[in-house]
């Protein structure tokens, strides 16, 4: 129904920068929230970022200062933007969609998981 497909991770070292991408496709009506989660091993996974449809951001105190979220409605895109990196950041980034699609029974809102790109931090 909706699928979420992110890019953009990597080896970087401490300091560096990189950005996330999360493009959702699939029978959308609206996307409501979208976020970005980081699973470290042995951890539970966390929220990293959100952002409402209208703009409104959270963030992990973490991260405060050093990531930013965006995204482009136009394209059903999430961008998680990510500078400053540290080795504690060294995780798997899990983009996150609170959707409302068009089934044929009429609208339905629900949940939706990307598969999580790989992000080292060496030092």
């Known amino acids: 129904q909706v699928q979420l497909v992110e890019s953009g991770g990597g080896l970087v070292q401490a300091g560096g920068s990189l950005r996330l991408s999360c493009a959702a496709s699939?029978?959308?009506?609206?996307?409501?929230?979208m976020g970005w989660y980081r699973q470290a091993p042995g951890k539970q996974r966390e929220l990293v970022a959100a952002?409402?449809?209208?703009?409104?951001?959270n963030y992990a105190d973490s991260v405060k200062g050093r990531f930013t979220i965006s995204r482009d409605n136009a394209k059903n895109t999430v961008y998680l933007q990510m500078s400053s990196l540290k080795p504690e950041d060294t995780a798997v980034y899990f983009c996150?969609?609170?959707?409302?699609?068009?089934?044929?029974?009429?609208?339905?809102?629900?949940?939706?998981w990307g598969q999580g790109t790989q992000v080292t931090v060496s030092s």
């Open positions: 952002i409402t449809s209208g703009g409104s951001t």
């Open positions: 699939g029978s959308i009506f609206t996307i409501n929230a």
């Open positions: 996150n969609a609170d959707v409302t699609t068009a089934q044929a029974m009429g609208l339905i809102r629900g949940g939706y």
